[in-house]
C-alpha cells in the first residue's frame, strides 16, 4: 500500500510540475492561499486548481479562507520577510491538515518553482514536522518547473503571473525589491 502525501498546491502550474517528480505516493492536494490577492486571483487559482485535479482524477482538499486582512496585518511591518510568513502560514496548516486527515507526509508544490527560497521552506516544513509530528518530505522538483508550465497551458489551466500576494504584483509592475 502506498503512503498517503498531503501537497499543498498553491496553483495548477506548479502541481503539474511538482507531481511527476514526488515519486510513489498516493497524492492529495491541499489548497489554503490567504496570500493570494486580490480575491480575483485567489478565485481564478482556486478554480483553475479544482479544474485540474478533477481532469487528473487528484483528490483535493479546499481550505476556502481568503484572509486579506490578516494577511496584510502580518506582513506590512516588514515586507522583506512577508515569503517566510507566507511558508509558515501555508506548511503549517497543510501540515495540521495532514496530521488530522491521517496521511503520511506533506509537503508543498511551490518547491517547483525557481523563484521561491528552497532552504527557508526545507526549514520551515521541517519546523512543523517535528511541532506536529508529521514528516515533510522535501523535493527539489525545480527542474519540472518549466515543463509543468508547459503542461498546464496545454491543458488550458490558469496562468497566474506573479507570486501571490498583492506585495509581490506590485513588484511585478514596479520591479522594485522592498
Not at 490578516?70 to 515569503?83: S, W
Not at 488530522?100 to 527557508?120: C, R
Request: net charge positive; proline share 3%; hydrophobic share 35%.
Amino acid at each position: 500500500m502506498k503512503k498517503k502525501l498531503l501537497l499543498h498546491a498553491c496553483c495548477a502550474p506548479c502541481l503539474a510540475g511538482a507531481l511527476p517528480m514526488i515519486g510513489d505516493f498516493e497524492i492529495s492536494c491541499f489548497w489554503y492561499g490567504p496570500n493570494i490577492h486580490p480575491y480575483t486571483e485567489y478565485k481564478a487559482r482556486l478554480d483553475s486548481l479544482a479544474a485540474y485535479a478533477e481532469k487528473n482524477n487528484i483528490n483535493l482538499v479546499v481550505r476556502d479562507y481568503y484572509g486579506l486582512a490578516e494577511f496584510v496585518r502580518n506582513v506590512i511591518n516588514d515586507l522583506n520577510r512577508r515569503c517566510g510568513y507566507c511558508y509558515r502560514l501555508r506548511l503549517e496548516e497543510t501540515a495540521k491538515q495532514a496530521k488530522e486527515g491521517g496521511y503520511d507526509a506533506f509537503s508543498t508544490t511551490l518547491l517547483v518553482s525557481p523563484y521561491q527560497d528552497h532552504e527557508k521552506i526545507k526549514e520551515i516544513g521541517e519546523k512543523y514536522a517535528k511541532e506536529i509530528g508529521i514528516p515533510f518530505f522535501y523535493g527539489d522538483f525545480r527542474s519540472n518547473f518549466r515543463q509543468g508550465q508547459k503542461t498546464a497551458r496545454e491543458g488550458g489551466a490558469y496562468m497566474q503571473k506573479y507570486c501571490g500576494c498583492i506585495f509581490s504584483e506590485e513588484e511585478r509592475f514596479l520591479s522594485k525589491s522592498y
